[in-house]
């Protein structure tokens, strides 16, 4: 089934949930093509290849709402599936904000091409995948005799979907991408320290050499070995680029209208207020050409749009989905994130460190977690000292916490290497005279 068949499906069973009774229908069809294959030894430990094709409705009967799949195309079988989904919203109880966006909120411009496709998915063999996999483990584990565990790894998928809504949407889109690493434990005494490195594209043919994924997964392992706490203190804390999601994502669930309605959020009321450094500024762009979370349309069919959320520190924008938008008599504007970008500083990472006199350069966040109703959070960290303008020892079992509303004003600086392998494409984050505790 292509997907002018799929759109054709979708049409028709919208038209038989309206005739059976409901008010209003949103269906969507989705085929998906997933692949991964996982490598030890040069031994292949894992092949595993999925497919899906389903059938989603939203049915939506005098304002009561309920939610159906099935994986049976058949237009036989579905006629009783979608007969049963209409009668039983009926029992359902009434809400007032259950309904389908508004059309004005509707993508007008559906053509414009993101990049999100590689036309030659289906080209690439089995044996491509297998041989990139075994590279990688291969370059890995060549890079220490104090490797003990290597594997290399490759996955990939595509997929493909339309969207039809009884109030005038009929979209449809593909898309695909490519994956691969590697993972490395080595020995260090009586402790296994581990490290990862993976890259993607949405093309096969850009995507990041075997030699820098295994060389980089080795590296990030064989860099803590050694690892020790060090004393409590105040420190500069500077965040790898690939690592700043676990605290950025501490703005994301306050800023949704969910929290805002429900009030859980420590950002309610703060839209136009400092929230933030100056230096900070957080820009949602749905239109990144191959970015990994761009799109032209939410799950929800409101059209996309470039947001700045955060601009020099302040709260610009919030994330309104349609039914808590409508709750709160807002106007919806899309409750997720798509690519999250940055305005950038001018050093990179090397540079910031060389200005550091005592510091801690974090690489991962062990655990621990962060209130959205309150701000308050705490987190394990794992990292390296640095000292003097110079990464001097790995350091583990530290932690941080505090209050966002605080903890965010601390931030002094930005790098200029945003991390390029995810929809959040953050860069270094330096925070001036942070609490760490350690022994």
Do not use: C
């Not at 939506?60 to 237009?75: A, E, I, Q, V």
């Not at 009434?94 to 289906?122: G, H, M, V």
């Not at 005038?168 to 889109?173: F, Q």
Request: net charge neutral; proline share 3%.
């Amino acid at each position: 089934m292509n997907n002018k068949e799929r759109q054709e499906l979708a049409m028709w069973a919208v038209e038989f949930a309206k005739k059976s009774g409901a008010s209003e229908v949103a269906a969507s069809i989705n085929n998906s093509r997933s692949v991964e294959i996982e490598v030890r030894e040069q031994k292949i430990e894992k092949i595993k290849e999925s497919t899906t094709n389903g059938l989603n409705l939203n049915i939506y009967r005098d304002h009561k709402y309920s939610g159906h799949s099935t994986n049976n195309l058949n237009k036989k079988d579905l006629e009783k599936f979608i007969k049963e989904a209409v009668e039983a919203t009926k029992y359902l109880t009434a809400d007032e904000f259950r309904e389908l966006p508004d059309p004005s909120l509707y993508p007008t411009d559906l053509k414009k091409d993101l990049k999100l496709e590689d036309k030659s998915y289906a080209s690439v063999a089995p044996e491509q995948r297998v041989k990139i996999a075994k590279e990688i483990e291969q370059v890995a584990r060549s890079k220490s005799d104090k490797i003990i565990s290597a594997t290399g790894g490759f996955s990939d998928d595509y997929s493909e979907s339309v969207l039809v809504h009884s109030n005038g949407l009929v979209a449809e889109r593909a898309s695909t991408s490519f994956w691969a690493g590697g993972e490395v434990t080595v020995r260090d005494g009586d402790a296994r320290p581990e490290g990862w490195h993976w890259g993607g594209s949405r093309f096969f043919n850009t995507m990041p050499s075997p030699e820098e994924l295994g060389s980089k997964a080795a590296e990030n392992a064989i860099r803590k070995m050694g690892q020790t706490k060090i004393a409590s203190g105040k420190y500069d804390m500077l965040v790898e680029n690939r690592t700043a999601g676990r605290l950025l994502y501490m703005f994301v669930r306050p800023m949704s209208a969910r929290s805002l309605q429900q009030k859980s959020s420590y950002l309610d009321g703060m839209q136009g207020k400092e929230i933030a450094s100056p230096v900070l500024t957080v820009i949602d762009d749905p239109f990144i050409e191959g970015g990994f979370a761009s799109r032209l349309y939410d799950g929800q069919g409101i059209a996309s749009k470039k947001r700045v959320m955060i601009e020099k520190g302040v709260l610009k924008e919030y994330y309104i989905d349609n039914y808590y938008g409508k709750k709160l008599g807002m106007t919806p504007n899309g409750g997720s994130t798509s690519n999250i970008r940055f305005d950038l500083g001018t050093r990179g990472f090397n540079e910031i460190v060389r200005d550091v006199k005592s510091g801690i350069f974090v690489t991962s966040f062990n655990g621990g977690n962060s209130n959205s109703t309150t701000g308050d959070f705490s987190f394990g960290v794992s990292g390296f000292l640095v000292e003097g303008g110079k990464i001097v020892k790995p350091v583990n079992e530290m932690n941080i916490s505090g209050n966002a509303k605080e903890f965010w004003k601390k931030l002094s600086e930005l790098g200029n290497d945003p991390y390029k392998y995810s929809s959040l494409l953050s860069p270094t984050l330096v925070f001036k005279d942070i609490d760490f505790s350690g022994l």
